[in-house]
């Protein structure tokens, strides 16, 4: 029997020796070998001959074992260059040339494509139900050198995904034929998917948005830089609900001169960042700018970073400046909290010089109910100063219907507005249980255009820069407060008109979020009623404000302002 294991053992060694290095099937790779077969099969007696084979066997069911994990587990890897052959293995040394031979590959749980850096290939790259990952063991699509493979996809999209999972995309560049130049489609389409990984991708000249991500979860985008689109740099959406898309994460993203979709007549377009349709999405280190210049219609409008009819949102750490709309029409705000929107953030944001407000605060007939919303520790600099909201923030309610839109708290953010107002209500305005706390609020000279009525105002300081103190004509907090029962709590004035010396108000420049922390323009000088003198809205409200401020440092308990 030892002799038998010696023979049936270097049986095994000169077939992987012989086939181990070549393509082929597991049972092509272990081999037979018809010499030796006949060799052996001469000098054996036949019950020799038997126990050969059952040790044979014995031996080569691991081997087999191993061979199909090699093969069908880890994955292999696929090469693509401009100079590679399609009739090639893929291998690096006989890579493929073009999206089409890539496209009529399954790809398997563990295999990795490779685009060379610096190349072009032309055509929309498709992955769906047949090409799928594993949590473990993903796909992975991405650039072999230094710098990005460019997929030019032309009138098309760059990439199609649809019905797959456990797909990682990274270090590509896709390249549409332009807005207004031939292309009809998004640049990058997740649809129906989930377990969706996308990391430093470049995508421009697409007439939709650039990133769409629909009816998909879990879902991560990071470093994606779109740019030159039409109607988005990056959109989440669905069908019908906001079951839709879940658990979304955009992070690091920068939405740039996406400035409206031509043929889109019929609503807004241009928007840097819009989420839709979708619950638990987070966007945060983000920068939207210049977004929505072009949108070809007068009405509603794009917005720099904004959500609707969506759950559990949190914009938070991002950056929102010199957004657009189209001449004459509305919006092109920094962010906004829109129809349908319920328990959702806007917290430690910047946003500056954008045509419309800072914060918009909308719902829409037709939406579901918006509630439960808060827009805390942020920094608005001269926002509104071209369409119809004219002021920081803007609070519109197309239903009208004030049960619709309920339950906003807005605290600890300051509005610097040198040449318009902090607040402007629509004439449609409708609206119940809206708290303002602890914020800082310097305008021009009247503070509040529209009917605020239903709005409750505690701890604040106002300032108006020709008047010190300028609402309804009224120039003095006190008078007004009494007038209108406003900043006051428990029969005592809450509010104080005090003009804040800020270290360097009006002059934001800054274009990348994660500085966030060392913005300290708003930042007061020589106040300490702003450290101590505002409510403490755990105690008032039960609100837990965060304890953290717009630079991430502790927040006072009852501080006034955005940053301490």
């Not at 708003?522 to 837990?544: Q, R, T």
Request: glycine share 12%; proline share 3%; charged share 20%.
């Amino acid at each position: 029997m030892g002799f038998m294991k010696m023979i049936a053992f270097e049986c095994v060694k000169m077939c992987l020796k012989k086939f181990g290095n070549n393509p082929g099937t597991p049972l092509q790779r272990i081999g037979y070998c018809p010499k030796l077969h006949n060799q052996l099969h001469s000098c054996m007696l036949p019950f020799h001959h038997i126990c050969f084979r059952i040790l044979l066997l014995f031996f080569l069911i691991p081997i087999t074992q191993a061979s199909i994990a090699e093969h069908f587990g880890p994955g292999r890897d696929y090469y693509l260059s401009e100079g590679g052959n399609d009739a090639g293995s893929g291998y690096r040394s006989e890579p493929w040339q073009s999206i089409d031979r890539l496209n009529k590959q399954v790809l398997r749980s563990g295999d990795k494509v490779f685009f060379k850096a610096g190349e072009t290939f032309k055509g929309t790259l498709v992955l769906d139900s047949n090409d799928r990952g594993k949590s473990r063991q993903p796909i992975l699509i991405s650039t072999y050198g230094r710098g990005k493979a460019n997929i030019n996809s032309g009138d098309a999209a760059g990439l199609t995904l649809m019905n797959s999972r456990d797909i990682k995309l990274e270090n590509l560049h896709f390249t549409g034929s332009g807005r207004k130049g031939g292309n009809t489609m998004p640049g990058i389409n997740i649809s129906y998917s989930r377990e969706i990984s996308l990391d430093s991708l470049e995508v421009q000249g697409y007439q939709k948005a650039g990133l769409l991500i629909y009816n998909s979860s879990y879902i991560r985008a990071t470093r994606i830089f779109s740019h030159d689109n039409g109607a988005a740099g990056i959109q989440v959406s669905g069908e019908k609900d906001k079951q839709d898309c879940y658990q979304v994460y955009i992070g690091s993203c920068r939405a740039e001169n996406n400035p409206g979709d031509p043929t889109q007549l019929e609503n807004h377009s241009g928007n840097g960042i819009v989420v839709g349709l979708c619950r638990r999405v987070t966007i945060e280190y983000c920068v939207a700018t210049n977004n929505g210049w072009d949108m070809p219609r007068i009405g509603n409008g794009p917005v720099g970073i904004w959500a609707y009819e969506a759950d559990s949102v949190v914009i938070q750490r991002c950056i929102s400046f010199r957004n657009k709309t189209s001449l004459g029409g509305e919006d092109g705000g920094g962010y906004d909290l829109d129809g349908g929107v319920t328990n959702s953030f806007i917290q430690y944001c910047l946003s500056y010089e954008n045509q419309g407000s800072a914060f918009g605060i909308f719902q829409y007939s037709g939406a579901s109910d918006w509630y439960n919303n808060v827009i805390r520790f942020n920094i608005s600099e001269n926002d509104g100063l071209v369409s119809t909201a004219r002021a920081g923030a803007y609070i519109w309610n197309g239903s009208n219907e004030a049960k619709q839109f309920s339950r906003c708290y807005f605290y600890n953010n300051v509005i610097f507005n040198t040449k318009g107002a902090v607040f402007n209500y629509n004439k449609e305005s409708a609206h119940s249980e809206f708290y303002f706390c602890n914020n800082i609020f310097v305008g021009m000279d009247t503070l509040i255009n529209g009917n605020y009525d239903s709005s409750k105002f505690f701890g604040n300081n106002w300032w108006s820069i020709r008047s010190g103190f300028n609402v309804d004509g009224i120039k003095d907090l006190k008078t007004w407060a009494a007038q209108k029962n406003k900043e006051t709590l428990k029969g005592q004035l809450t509010g104080f008109e005090t003009q804040p010396r800020f270290v360097n108000a009006g002059r934001a420049m800054l274009e990348d979020a994660s500085y966030l922390k060392t913005f300290n323009d708003y930042k007061v000088l020589d106040h300490p009623e702003f450290l101590y003198n505002g409510i403490d809205l755990k105690a008032m409200f039960n609100i837990d404000s965060g304890f953290r401020d717009f630079n991430q440092k502790p927040a006072a308990r009852n501080g006034v302002g955005a940053i301490f």
